[in-house]
């Protein structure tokens, strides 16, 4: 059973006032792209879990936990704690996504696990976990797991995990600078707090940007290049200043929008077409700005058995 699941780009994300559990109340514009993890799923004697690099990407496995912290194996436990089964499979994840990088790659592999775990493990007609028993585990994972299984490009609002679907037009091509070194989310938030306090600043209401709204609907590049909007871009730089120069490198090549991806440290350029995210993609590779460089259209579909 192999499941593949998409990287996200946060087309907004407004970061409210810190809540009593700790997490802020957001809205948070996801928009799934074409580049994916895959999650295969195998009968075993009891749950473990490799992890690989797909052979096209250069991704930097070293930080993925390959035990109990794995979110895929914590999917996988769940799956099995409400089917009333023994976890018994071997999990083979093949990453595509940049770990650490933004782009909810654990929370991917989090997804097609559990829609892996959930047909390995139960495959009559009539499955006993619905789809909407699937989100309400994903959301037990984390905030980005129900959107890597729904995919195309959806509003969240409370922690991100309550979404509404966005209506777009077209296909909107992309450009993703990968950065040596990941940054933690926990961290970026948190000086996202400690920068507005420093500035005196109280955190502002999120509110949805009726401006992307628009363009998505409208499938209006130039509008959505503007709309683009990312209330941890300037925590991330803060914490990454060569940053900098890697947003304005894309710029510089008539990127129509450049922003830091989700908590960083990936960068996100969109291109007027297909033919310009090529040419963009090669001059940001030969600027050596990045670590590595990967093109991507979206939206895409979320969590899809292959
Ligand atoms: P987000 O955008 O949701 O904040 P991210 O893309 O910045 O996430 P991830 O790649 O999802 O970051 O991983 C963050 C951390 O989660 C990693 O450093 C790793 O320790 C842990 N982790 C657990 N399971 C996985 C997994 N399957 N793949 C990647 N990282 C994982």
Redo the contacts with the bound molecule.
């Keep these: 059973m192999t499941v593949r699941a998409p990287a996200k780009v946060n087309l907004q994300l407004a970061v409210g006032p810190l809540r009593d559990d700790g997490y802020h109340d957001l809205v948070n514009v996801f928009h799934a792209v074409s580049l994916v993890d895959e999650v295969t799923a195998v009968p075993a004697d009891r749950l473990e879990v490799t992890?690989e690099a797909a052979p096209t990407a250069r991704v930097a496995i070293e930080?993925?936990?390959v035990d109990g912290?794995?979110?895929?194996v914590r999917a996988a436990l769940l799956v099995a704690e409400r089917l009333g089964v023994e976890p018994q499979a071997a999990l083979r994840?093949r990453?595509a996504?940049?770990?650490?990088?933004?782009?909810?790659?654990?929370?991917a592999?989090?997804a097609a696990a559990l829609v892996a775990c959930a047909r390995l493990w139960d495959d009559r007609e009539d499955p006993l976990l619905t789809r909407d028993d699937l989100l309400e585990l994903g959301a037990v994972l984390?905030s980005?797991v129900p959107f890597a299984l729904v995919g195309g490009t959806a509003v969240g609002v409370g922690r991100g995990e309550r979404l509404t679907p966005a209506l777009t037009r077209g296909t909107f091509h992309w450009v993703f600078a990968t950065a040596d070194g990941?940054?933690s989310?926990p961290e970026v938030y948190a000086e996202c707090d400690r920068l507005r306090d420093a500035r005196g600043e109280r955190a502002p209401w999120p509110e949805v940007s009726q401006a992307l709204m628009t363009a998505l609907a409208t499938g209006d590049v130039k509008a959505l290049g503007a709309a683009l909007d990312n209330d941890l871009q300037a925590p991330a730089l803060a914490l990454r200043p060569a940053l900098r120069r890697t947003l304005a490198t894309g710029r510089d090549h008539g990127a129509i929008g450049a922003l830091v991806s989700?908590?960083g440290p990936t960068c996100a350029f969109l291109a007027e077409s297909e033919e310009h995210a090529g040419e963009l993609a090669a001059a940001l590779d030969g600027s050596g700005v990045a670590q590595s460089v990967v093109r991507a259209h979206g939206p895409v579909p979320g969590a899809t058995i292959i």
Aim: net charge negative; proline share 7%.
């Design positions: 992890v930080g993925v936990p912290g794995n979110l895929a994840i990453k996504i940049p770990v650490a990088g933004g782009m909810a790659g654990g929370s592999d989090a984390g980005d990941g940054l989310t989700g908590s």
